[in-house]
Nanobody, 115 residues
Framework: QVQLVESGGGLVQPGGSLRLSCAAS????????MGWYRQAPGKQRELVAT???????NFADSVKGRFTISRVSAKNTVHLQMNSLKPEDTAVYYC?????????WGQGTQVTVSS
């Protein structure tokens, strides 16, 4: 019933920028939280950033000051602006929606930071 579609991944050089977008569709209730997680090879999936429908944000320490998150609640769309990218940011990035005690995930988009 709920579908998350991500876009914007790719290859970028260290120090570069990328913008990820995620559009949610289906039966989405207000009072939800959207965000991004990432998973690097051989590692567990980890939180990157989240934003509530009220605009409260939360960031992993490793991305504070470099990444920003925003959303257009009327469109159930969330964006992740990633600046000053580092090789250790390389991972598959997953869009996440938490609504009424349920978790929904996108299919993931690859971000590779390499020279």
């Amino acid at each position: 019933q709920v579908q998350l579609v991500e876009s914007g991944g790719g290859l970028v050089q260290p120090g570069g920028s990328l913008r990820l977008s995620c559009a949610a569709s289906g039966s989405i209730f207000s009072g939800n939280r959207m965000g991004w997680y990432r998973q690097a090879p051989g590692k567990q999936r980890e939180l990157v950033a989240t934003i509530t429908s009220g605009g409260s944000t939360n960031f992993a320490d490793s991305v504070k000051g470099r990444f920003t998150i925003s959303r257009v609640s009327a469109k159930n769309t969330v964006h992740l602006q990633m600046n000053s990218l580092k090789p250790e940011d390389t991972a598959v990035y997953y869009c996440h929606l938490y609504s009424r005690s349920r978790d929904y995930w996108g299919q993931g988009t690859q971000v590779t930071v390499s020279s």
